[in-house]
T-cell receptor, first 111, second 114 residues
């Protein structure tokens, strides 16, 4: 059974801190890994990673994939209260493009 | 990015009635759409994969007679919750497949069954 595990479950930090969110996976036919940010409604797309070792960056957010060790990390530097959300990691495992989601990490950034 | 809309955003219905939720891709054609269900403080659970012009593929444990999915065009998929019960109350999210692996999510529909 395909499995995606995120850690920590929940995280509380202060503005300006740097956080690292983890996503590990055990799947039979890995194609890509995606990160989403979910606030009150549906998830919004952050990154898609398909190759190991290549960092994707968008402003204060960055992510990297390790296909040998089967994990990805999402880094957020200089956190702001607007970063408070649930961060979801999902893996695409077949050509049908179905996503298997991890349980999410709930991040709260305090002023 | 591509835009997906859902209608309604929130619906309250009585037990035993049926509810239809629409999912539209506004600026791209989605040959494949996905329906997810999300309980409070939990992650998204895939319910079914919907391909335009063909029957939906349901995940294990999802009753296809209860959650009717129709994908009649490249921009519209509908989910009908038949004979809804309070345990069907949830947040339902659709997504449209765009590009190689990306999925674009709709804003979700909150269903409350009383």
């Amino acid at each position: 059974e395909d499995k995606v595990v995120q850690s920590p479950l929940s995280l509380v930090v202060h503005e300006g801190d740097t956080v690292t969110l983890n996503c590990s996976y055990e799947v039979t036919n890995f194609r890509s890994l995606l990160w989403y940010k979910q606030e009150k409604k549906a998830p919004t797309f952050l990154f898609m990673l398909t190759s190991s070792g290549i960092e994707k960056k968008s402003g204060r957010l960055s992510s990297i994939l390790d296909k040998k060790e089967l994990f990805s990390i999402l880094n957020i530097t200089a956190t702001q209260t607007g970063d408070s959300a649930v961060y979801l990691c999902a893996v695409v495992v077949n050509a049908g493009n179905m996503l298997t989601f991890g349980g999410g990490t709930r991040l709260m950034v305090k002023p | 990015g591509a835009v997906v809309s859902q209608h309604p955003s929130w619906v309250i219905c009585k037990s035993g009635t049926s509810v239809k939720i629409e999912c539209r891709s506004l600026d791209f054609q989605a040959t494949t759409m996905f329906w997810y269900r999300q309980f409070p403080k939990q992650s998204l659970m895939l319910m079914a994969t919907s391909n335009e012009g063909s029957k939906a593929t349901y995940e294990q444990g999802v009753e296809k007679d209860k959650f009717l999915i129709n994908h009649a065009s490249l921009t519209l998929s509908t989910l009908t919750v038949t004979s809804a019960h309070p345990e069907d109350s949830s947040f339902y999210i659709c997504s449209g497949r765009g590009g190689a692996y990306e999925q674009y999510f709709g804003p979700g529909t909150r269903l409350t069954v009383t």
